[in-house]
């Protein structure tokens, strides 16, 4: 008999959305609100996210707060909105796999900027200088960090901003795993330092802290009105208006119990350790432990194997983990490992895994 196939390549939550979350759209559907709603996303949510800002020390005016239909449409939304084909975007190397795709949609022009894998994936902030062309409009980070999970320090952010207000260039920041950080690090904004509020799009979404995936709830904050009334032209275009009993739901999110988030984050933490300490025991392994998000980024470069061939012996093996090489160039050599799936999973897992390796 076959072995069951085990994913635990993809940040796909184990946890069920939270019961309060799953109350609050049952009432909004049994209050009525199953129409239009407001273009523009119901008022409630939109000082929610302001209000969760204003906890991060950037001042939000809830006027330029967009509803969006999961994180990943924000990222399309920014691009659209301050970018012609041709234009060239600065981003980390390595960095989430999908924003590839919507940088060739777009026909913007990616140029990654390396992260030290040696140092803890840090940022240099010379090599975005360097890497300035004429044409680049725009840097766009994550942190922490898919798929490292690596959270940019103070100096790299204020590194960073230098370079962005140097070159007047607008930050595109996608801060989905804001709430999921290990060992004392606490999220910090970008727009949060002194001159970067008017140049920087900040991305955010309910899928990972809130275990809401399948939800597709998320929003942007244009820096200014102008850009505001350019991303709205690209939501009447695209996908009009979210839904109303969604946004409801995400109401709850934001102004209920954070209590859940905390639980699911100490769970995530364990995992994490888990990994790490797994993957310690492996020869021709070494794995940096994350900072945020909920993944593991080994390196494996020692097999002397792709990390594309690498993955297949793990197929073969029924384990799926993502190819490093799906996230740049600086990934070949690694993949990325989640630990956001069940503990059962990923210790069986990583035990098919230390076979593989060792047949190697």
């Not at 996908?239 to 709850?252: E, T």
């Not at 029924?318 to 740049?328: E, L, N, T």
């Amino acid at each position: 008999m076959s072995k069951r196939a085990i994913n635990i390549g993809g940040g796909e939550p184990e946890f069920d959305t939270p019961p309060h979350i799953v109350e609050a759209i049952k009432r909004a559907l049994d209050e009525g609100h199953t129409h239009y709603g407001s273009f523009a996303g119901i008022p409630e949510l939109k000082e929610a996210v302001a209000a969760k800002y204003d906890g991060y020390g950037v001042d939000v005016d809830p006027g330029r707060v967009l509803i969006t239909p999961g994180s990943t449409m924000g990222i399309y939304m920014a691009l659209k909105g301050i970018m012609e084909p041709g234009d060239g975007i600065l981003t980390a190397d390595p960095c989430f796999f999908a924003y590839y795709s919507t940088f060739d949609f777009v026909g913007v022009k990616p140029v990654g900027f390396p992260r030290y894998e040696a140092e803890g994936w840090v940022v240099h902030p010379e090599d975005l200088t360097e890497a300035v062309t004429p044409r680049t409009k725009g840097i766009l980070i994550c942190s922490p960090d898919n798929p490292t999970g690596a959270a940019l320090t103070d100096a790299e952010l204020r590194g960073i901003a230098e370079v962005a207000v140097d070159h007047d260039l607008t930050v595109i920041t996608d801060e989905i795993y804001d709430m999921i950080t290990f060992d004392g690090v606490e999220h910090v904004s970008i727009a949060s330092l002194p001159g970067m509020a008017e140049r920087t799009v900040i991305l955010n979404g309910f899928s990972k802290a809130y275990a809401m995936t399948g939800w597709r709830l998320g929003y942007v904050i244009a820096p200014s009105d102008e850009m505001y009334r350019r991303f709205f032209g690209i939501q009447m275009s695209t996908y009009l208006v979210v839904n109303a009993a969604v946004q409801r739901a995400g109401v709850a999110a934001l102004t209920g119990s954070q209590d859940c988030v905390r639980e699911m984050v100490e769970a995530y933490d364990a995992k994490r350790r888990f990994c790490v300490d797994a993957y310690d025991g492996m020869d021709g392994v070494e794995c940096a432990s994350p900072q945020g998000a909920m993944y593991v980024f080994p390196d494996i470069s020692s097999f002397g194997l792709s990390s594309s061939e690498l993955c297949g012996r793990l197929v073969e093996a029924g384990v799926s983990v993502r190819p490093g090489a799906d996230f740049g160039s600086r990934g070949e050599g690694h993949f990325r490992q989640s630990y956001a799936q069940s503990m059962a999973d990923i210790r069986e897992g990583l035990e098919r895994m230390a076979g593989v390796f060792e047949g190697l």
